[in-house]
């Protein structure tokens, strides 16, 4: 019998709002990870605080339901207590590029072996639409009605730069593909990072739609330098540039565990 991650908790997410495919893109990846010999209690998760984080009701695996921002280093504490775990985290772009962006850019140099999905809605939406470092230039919002100032961050460069040994792109409307990447981001050895463009359907709308942009990239081993003219391609701004979706860099480096374990020796 299928392994079955649903909970009894009633769903409060607007109706129609892509988290619901994104969680449906990660029960169908646990599903099949469970298929290939996964046991449904190595999985663990941690969230941030936002709308993202309800999936924490959602999704019936163990956990801690972490901090706005800080759900990096709940991650990898949780990896480090308990290293056979395969420990998943979600997080906001407001979570995770504002608040937690000391956590993401330090990440990728210790290379623990866990998993990052971040909803990006370009939106802080649970807290009624501010702008977060993802949002588009000139984004009127309550906190910001003349207009956000400057150009918008772009994560998987940053990533890259930081030396994240996983960085993928996908779009949540498209469950299947983004449940193959969630597979194999929790496959890779080490940190994994997944960007997945999420439509917020209530807040920054100017954002939504972009799936005429989008095209898949083909599964190739890719250099640094051609991995970020890749993540370059789309800059978070309305209306230009192609976005690429699938894996954009991979490598195989060792991890936090593995070096943790030898220095304990
Ligand atoms: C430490 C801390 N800082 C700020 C907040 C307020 N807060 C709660 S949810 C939220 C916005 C979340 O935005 P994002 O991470 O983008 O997630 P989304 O709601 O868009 O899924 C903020 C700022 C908080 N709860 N705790
Ligand atoms: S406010 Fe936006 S992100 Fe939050 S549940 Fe509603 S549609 Fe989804």
New binding site residues.
């Given amino acids: 019998m299928a392994v079955k991650f649903d909970t009894k908790y009633g769903i409060t997410?607007?109706p129609?709002?892509?988290?619901f495919t994104i969680l449906d893109s990660i029960k169908l990846a646990l599903t099949n990870l469970t298929k290939k010999g996964y046991k449904k209690e190595s999985f663990a998760m941690t969230t941030g605080i936002g709308?993202h984080g309800k999936i924490f009701d959602y999704l019936d695996i163990s956990g801690i339901y972490g901090l706005h921002g800080r759900a990096l280093p709940t991650a990898t504490g949780m990896k480090l207590a308990n290293p056979k775990l395969n420990v998943i985290v979600f997080e906001g772009d407001g979570d995770a590029y504002s608040e937690g962006l000391g956590h993401f850019v330090s990440i990728g140099k210790i290379n623990p072996n866990i998993t990052l999905f971040v909803h990006d809605?370009q939106s802080f939406?649970?807290t009624t639409g501010q702008a977060t470092p993802t949002s588009q230039e000139g984004y009127k919002s309550k906190a910001e009605p003349l207009g956000k100032l400057g150009p918008p961050l772009n994560p998987l460069a940053l990533a890259l730069a930081s030396n994240v040994t996983f960085v993928a792109r996908t779009n949540a409307r498209d469950l299947k593909h983004t449940s193959k990447i969630m597979e194999k981001a929790i496959k890779h050895k080490g940190f994994s990072f997944v960007e997945i463009i999420?439509d917020?359907?209530?807040?920054n709308l100017e954002t939504n739609l972009k799936d005429k942009r989008m095209y898949k990239l083909p599964d190739k081993k890719r250099t640094k330098e051609q991995a970020m003219k890749i993540a370059m391609q789309y800059d978070y701004n309305l209306g230009k540039g192609k976005i690429p979706l699938g894996i954009i860099y991979e490598e195989k480096r060792e991890t936090l565990e593995e070096s943790y374990s030898k220095i304990q020796k």
Avoid at 16 to 19: A, D, E, K, T, V
Avoid at 200 to 203: M, R
Wanted: aromatic fraction near 14%; charge should be neutral; glycine fraction near 6%.
């Fill in positions: 997410w607007c129609g709002c892509p988290n709308c809605n939406s649970l999420q917020c359907i209530v807040f």
